[in-house]
């Protein structure tokens, strides 16, 4: 005998399912043509490069999980429903081919492997949402938000598969199924059904199939109109995500003549990825447990900010889209305008000005996020409209951008004292000889901070010690921009990144080192936009390299040294292992760990402009990396940027520890090399 079973065992007229699922169909897609029409009315962009690539990242991050298995426990249980969910469907479609198609696929070996995989997928899928439950509800977690669609959402996929199971269990005890010992689940079910009647197991199990199929057209009827969306819009984004640099900052065009506004005024303003992203999060939280500003009770949480801009597109999207059509049609510009109108500023009515300073653009919230929001570009196109437009940015940024305008460099010193701080090293120019292999990028804080002047010191001593042939610009270099950029300031950013491509183009550079991890992103990632492309390379790759060509030999050295994961070098750049293998190559060094690090690494407080910036809100975000660094138990604070070394040392001495010392990684090799 085959092994196989009835499909639609006592169950007459079962047709009309395929009525309902037309009307069910209908629902859904009307749905999903409405996000759709929202996200439309963002600004173009292009995401369509790489399809393999992006098929690839839907198959790791989204069958795969790679992301949300971080998280021991969230992980488990969002695996449990994902794949109880995905063995599911895979089952029905198989029955339907069974049955409707024609094609007898559901009988034999792999009836009963499939039989037995549905039993187990279920079993799991029903583990998770009861984990989901007691997590939600039970443990209460700070970043999860309890609202009625997301008890909703677990009770209805709860109900699909408890019926699911009584409903294999009202079909083996009226059947005596032979092969039942292959759906282990529903034979446990089976035996609250032993002893009835034949035909009240066979009532009850109509009813149970109809009301089981309404709960099932019911969950696909109100996929696109709750939390559960994200099933479909998760591995869609997925799809779409950012394969380029991290640092994906558009460039604004300023001889557009068509472009009346240069950054996002309006939600409209945004593009039809940032806007499909606020229908992509599912509040999970992850990007608020990571974020600097909200850990340290800044106004800033990604989650909040997102879901805010979120139910601004949803009430203000109609009156858009209504203002799209009555141009369109040919309406006075005063008609436009007033079917404009209803709040669809982002400034003070969504978003408060001090919640968009408050980013230090980590972008830990961008990787922890196992959708693949963007947030940070959100917050920088804002960051643009407030500058570029309004002129409306703290205070004390008037004085930085004066002095970048002037003098080239954020702190205001003379751009003709640039190359000072090296007149002893016996530094070649290239102005005075360009056959060199590396022009080393020594950036503002190395030329005009007492502190980072050592650090470029030292690289310019180990560099000599390997014999690498370099040169620096001098007082030809200028500012890389990376501040203006990250403030907003895309002029200024432009003017200053421009003359210093001009610069290097002249003098035909090839390959750069740079010291401090943000002008490596800008030199290497964000100056290709404008014409600049250059092999770049950070001081601890090409030091490790060195070590381990033995043209730098390290000797013993007892020192416990606990390192610190730059964002612009870890996150941005995936720069994660070097740094770690030169202090290892280091005799006698031992390397610890804070407790937040690599992808999770906890910033400085500096980034995105905020070096610049007073900190008057919340506690002080480098004192709470310092305090967790020196929780570790060293002796040496190490990092490798000139941002997070002058951050962590005010907040190593904020917290009354003189005797920690914070260094760079080049210090610490110099003092260890033969």
């Known amino acids: 005998m085959v092994p196989t079973r009835e499909i639609y065992w006592n169950i007459h007229g079962h047709w009309i399912m395929y009525l309902l699922f037309v009307i069910v169909l209908g629902v859904f897609c009307y749905g999903c043509y409405k996000h759709i029409r929202l996200w439309r009315i963002g600004q173009p962009e292009k995401r369509w490069d790489q399809l393999g690539t992006r098929l690839l990242s839907v198959l790791t991050y989204g069958f795969g999980h790679k992301r949300i298995v971080r998280e021991g426990y969230p992980g488990l249980m969002h695996l449990g429903i994902f794949w109880g969910f995905v063995i599911a469907v895979i089952g029905t479609i198989t029955v339907a081919i069974h049955t409707d198609a024609g094609l007898p696929v559901f009988q034999g070996n792999f009836y009963l492997g499939l039989s037995l995989l549905l039993d187990l997928g279920g079993l799991a899928a029903i583990m998770g949402i009861v984990m989901a439950m007691v997590r939600r509800y039970v443990l209460k977690p700070d970043r999860l938000d ?89 591995p869609i984004n997925q799809f779409f995500r950012n394969l380029g640099p991290k640092s994906n900052v558009p460039l604004i065009d300023f001889e557009d003549e068509n472009l009346k506004s240069f950054g996002a005024e309006k939600i409209q303003d ?153 007149k002893e090293l016996e530094v070649t120019k290239l102005a005075e000889s360009s056959e060199v292999e590396y022009l080393y990028w020594v950036g503002c804080a190395g030329s005009f901070d007492d502190r980072n002047k050592k650090v470029a010191t030292a690289v310019i001593k180990l560099l000599q010690k390997a014999g690498i042939a370099f040169a620096i610009l001098g007082t030809e270099e200028q500012c890389c921009g990376d501040s203006a950029r990250g403030l907003g300031n895309e002029n200024l950013y432009q003017t200053m990144a421009m003359a210093n491509i001009e610069t290097m183009n002249n003098y035909r550079v090839k390959k750069i080192i740079a010291s401090c991890p943000h002008c490596y992103n800008t030199l290497k990632n964000e100056y290709p936009q404008l014409g600049g492309n250059f092999q770049v390379v950070h001081h601890t790759e ?85 305090e967790e660094a020196i929780r570790a138990g060293s002796d040496v604070i190490a990092t490798a940027c000139p941002f997070c070394l002058t951050m962590l040392d005010d907040g190593a001495k904020a917290k009354g520890n003189e005797e920690i010392q914070v260094l760079d990684l080049a210090e610490i090799l110099l003092k260890v090399i033969k």
């Open 146 to 234: 309890n609202k009625a669609d997301d008890a909703f959402s677990l009770v209805l996929i709860l109900l699909i598969l408890i019926t699911g199971f009584l409903l294999e269990g009202l079909r083996i005890a009226g059947t005596g199924d032979l092969w039942a010992a292959w759906t282990p689940v529903g034979q446990a079910a089976s035996l609250l059904f032993a002893g009835l009647p034949q035909e009240t197991i066979i009532k009850n199990f109509q009813v149970f199939w109809w009301g089981h199929l309404i709960l099932a057209f019911l969950f696909i009827a109100y996929l696109p109109y709750g939390k559960l969306f994200h099933i479909l819009t998760g």
């Open 542 to 626: 090409l030091l490790k390299q060195l070590i381990k060509e033995g043209k730098l030999q390290p000797e013993g050295q007892g020192m416990k040294v606990v390192y610190h994961d730059s964002c612009y070098l870890g996150r941005y750049n995936n720069i994660y292992d070097e740094p770690r293998e030169i202090l290892t190559a280091v005799p006698n060094v031992t390397l610890v760990e804070p407790e937040r690090n690599r992808e999770r690494s906890f910033c400085c407080g500096a980034g995105g402009g905020r070096m610049w910036m007073e900190e008057h809100l919340g506690r002080r975000i480098n004192e709470e990396r310092a």
């Open 270 to 422: 945004f593009t039809w990825k940032q806007l499909m992203d606020t229908d992509v999060c599912i509040s999970c939280g992850r990007c608020q447990d990571n974020c600097p500003a909200y850990l340290t009770e800044k106004p800033l949480s990604p989650k909040t900010l997102g879901q805010a801009l979120k139910s601004h597109l949803h009430a203000a999207g109609g009156e858009i889209i209504a203002a799209d059509q009555t141009e369109e049609a040919g309406a006075g510009a005063q008609e436009a305008a007033a079917a404009m109108e209803g709040g669809t500023f982002l400034i003070g009515d969504v978003v408060e000005p001090d919640t968009i300073w408050s980013c230090t653009t980590c972008r830990s919230c961008e990787e922890q996020c196992p959708v693949f929001v963007e947030h940070v570009n959100r917050i920088i196109e804002i960051r643009r409209y407030l500058t570029l437009m309004e002129s409306d940015f703290p205070p004390e940024l008037q004085v930085i951008f004066r002095n970048m305008e002037n003098n080239s460099n954020p702190w205001g010193v003379g751009w003709a004292n640039r190359a000072d701080w090296a």
